[in-house]
T-cell receptor
C-alpha cells in the first residue's frame, strides 16, 4: 500500500515571491512521482514527473521538484510565482509493482493562491 | 493530437437513477483509468482497463462498473444513484507505465 501526504492545504503567497509545496509519500516499493495542477472546472494537467535518473525535475513554466528517497519527499518549488499560478496542486505516486503501475494515489491537494 | 475527451461535461440526475459516462482516450493509448473527485474524499481510483480487460479496481461498491471497447474508448456506469455519488468523474489514458493524461471530467450532480 502507498500513501501521499501534502502537508499544507492552503498556501497564500505574494506575486514574485518563492513558493514550496510539500509532499511526502509512503511506499514499500519503488515509485514514480508526479505533480498535477488543476484549474477551476478543469481536469488535471501533468506538471512534472520523476520516473528515474536525475532527482531534480523541471517543468516548462518554471516549477521544479526534487526526489529525496531518504526523506521520501517530492517537494514542488518555484522561485517566483505569477497570478496565473493560482490553482490546486496534487502530488501523486504510483508503484512499480506489477498491475498497479497505472494506478495513482493522490495527496489531498494544496490550494496555491498568488496575491497581487 | 487530440486529448482525452469526456462526455457529457455536466449532468444532473435524481436518486435511484443510473448514469453512463463516456471517455475517448488519446489515440494509441490502450489504458484507461477512472477517478472520482469529491471535496470530502479527494481523488479516488475507481478502475483501470487495458485492452478491454479490467486490471485494477478501487474500493467502490458494485454499483460502479465500467467497460472498454476494442477501440479503447471506455464507459463507466453508476446504478441506483445516491446523493454521495455527486462528484467530478475523471478519465485518464496512458501509453506507458505511470504517466496519465486526464480529460476535463464529467461533473455529476445527484438530487
Amino acid at each position: 500500500a502507498q500513501s501521499v501526504t501534502q502537508l499544507d492545504s492552503q498556501v497564500p503567497v505574494f506575486e514574485e515571491a518563492p513558493v514550496e509545496l510539500r509532499c511526502n509519500y509512503s511506499s514499500s516499493v519503488s515509485v514514480y512521482l508526479f505533480w498535477y495542477v488543476q484549474y477551476p472546472n478543469q481536469g488535471l494537467q501533468l506538471l512534472l514527473k520523476y520516473l528515474s535518473g536525475s532527482t531534480l525535475v523541471e517543468s516548462i513554466n518554471g516549477f521544479e521538484a526534487e526526489f529525496n528517497k531518504s526523506q521520501t519527499s517530492f517537494h514542488l518549488r518555484k522561485p517566483s510565482v505569477h497570478i496565473s499560478d493560482t490553482a490546486e496542486y496534487f502530488c501523486a505516486v504510483s508503484s512499480l509493482s506489477s498491475g498497479s503501475a497505472r494506478q495513482l494515489t493522490f495527496g489531498s491537494g494544496t490550494q496555491l493562491t498568488v496575491l497581487p | 493530437k487530440a486529448g482525452v475527451t469526456q462526455t457529457p461535461r455536466y449532468l444532473i440526475k435524481t436518486r435511484g437513477q443510473q448514469v453512463t459516462l463516456s471517455c475517448s482516450p488519446i489515440s494509441g493509448h490502450r489504458s484507461v483509468s477512472w477517478y472520482q473527485q469529491t471535496p470530502g474524499q479527494g481523488l479516488q481510483f475507481l478502475f483501470e482497463y487495458f485492452s478491454e480487460t479490467q486490471r485494477n479496481k478501487g474500493n467502490f461498491p458494485g454499483r460502479f462498473s465500467g467497460r472498454q471497447f476494442s477501440n479503447s474508448r471506455s464507459e463507466m456506469n453508476v446504478s441506483t444513484l445516491e446523493l454521495g455519488d455527486s462528484a467530478l468523474y475523471l478519465c485518464a489514458s496512458s501509453f506507458y507505465t505511470g504517466e496519465l493524461f486526464f480529460g476535463e471530467g464529467s461533473r455529476l450532480t445527484v438530487l
